[in-house]
């Protein structure tokens, strides 16, 4: 499964892409903490079993949270944000892309998660394979509409090093903290870290 490190690492290269400038280490931090946020809900489900992967996984967090940012900025006299200084709405946009993509995107893309929690309660993978064949033409199985339907929060749970099973852990269980778990996902942290040295270093690069 994508890490912590991971779902940050994509986090990074968005605010890298996307802040312009108003990049700096404290708007990273904000775009970071909205990243890191659904991982959030391992813990809560713990609490709420099934919760892990649907509580701040759900699609219905980042929609809400962007029509907030429309509510404050085209709507309301005067805007919450805009108090913050000019950098505070392309940052918040920023964060809420970061929830979505490079928080929520790397599980809903492997193993996946409960996208319209607590409205339907089904867990939804997106994984498989897109390519031009010279014979069948374009494939793509990352999408099927006939394939098996994944559980609810009543029967899934996702094993990690805080929460292995459903319920009481026992005692004598292996806890596994990933870090990156292939080839590919190790290439993307450290893709981040020489991208977040060289904004941060040279602001021209910016």
């Given amino acids: 499964m994508p890490s912590t490190l991971v779902h940050l690492a994509l986090g990074v ?8 400038e108003a990049y700096d280490r404290r708007s990273l931090a904000v775009v970071l903490i909205a990243t890191a946020v659904p991982d959030l809900d391992t813990f809560l489900g713990m609490v709420i079993l099934g919760t892990h992967r649907a509580a701040l996984h759900t699609l ?7 029509a ?5 900025t085209r709507v309301r006299k005067r805007s919450f944000l805009r108090r913050y200084g000019g950098r505070a709405v392309p940052v918040a946009w920023v964060a809420v892309a970061a929830y979505l993509f490079a928080g929520i995107g790397p599980d809903l893309f492997f193993n996946g998660v409960n996208p319209l929690y607590p409205v339907v309660d089904r867990f939804v993978e997106l994984n498989g394979e897109v390519y031009l064949s010279t014979t069948e033409g374009l494939v ?3 999408w099927q509409v006939e394939a ?3 559980g609810t929060t009543e029967t899934t749970h996702y094993r990690t090093g805080v929460d292995v099973e459903r319920g009481a ?3 004598n269980a292996e806890r596994l903290f990933p870090v990156a778990m292939s080839g590919l996902q190790l290439l993307l942290v450290l893709t981040s870290v020489v991208v977040t040295a060289v904004k941060l270093r040279f602001p021209a690069a910016r």
Avoid: H, K
């Fill in 169 to 171: 852990d026992p005692a």
């Fill in 140 to 142: 793509q199985t990352v």
């Fill in 148 to 150: 098996p339907t994944m």
């Fill in 13 to 20: 290269l968005l605010a890298a892409a996307l802040l312009g």
């Fill in 60 to 66: 219905l967090v980042p929609l809400a949270l962007g």
């Fill in 68 to 72: 907030a940012i429309l509510y404050d």
